[in-house]
């Protein structure tokens, strides 16, 4: 179950990464906010994470993913 949570995580993140570009290239929003979405976001994947997992390698690789993502 746990390696369900890592891709929820990981396509939680891209989806994100997605939507703040296109919101950042339409106009919609500038770069100040949708930076500030991001670490708001990110820093609610974070939070969950211990609620999510029980071990810790699956949060590293998590992490680890994202940083590649980045």
Do not use: D
């Not at 609620?51 to 810790?56: P, T």
């Amino acid at each position: 179950m746990e390696i369900i949570y890592c891709i929820i995580l990981i396509l939680l993140f891209i989806l994100m990464v997605l939507s703040l570009e296109y919101l950042q290239v339409k106009g919609i929003a500038n770069g100040e906010i949708t930076r500030k979405l991001g670490h708001l976001v990110l820093g609610i994947i974070l939070i969950i994470m211990p609620i999510l997992f029980e071990q810790i390698y699956y949060a590293c690789i998590v992490c680890v993913i994202i940083s590649l993502i980045i």
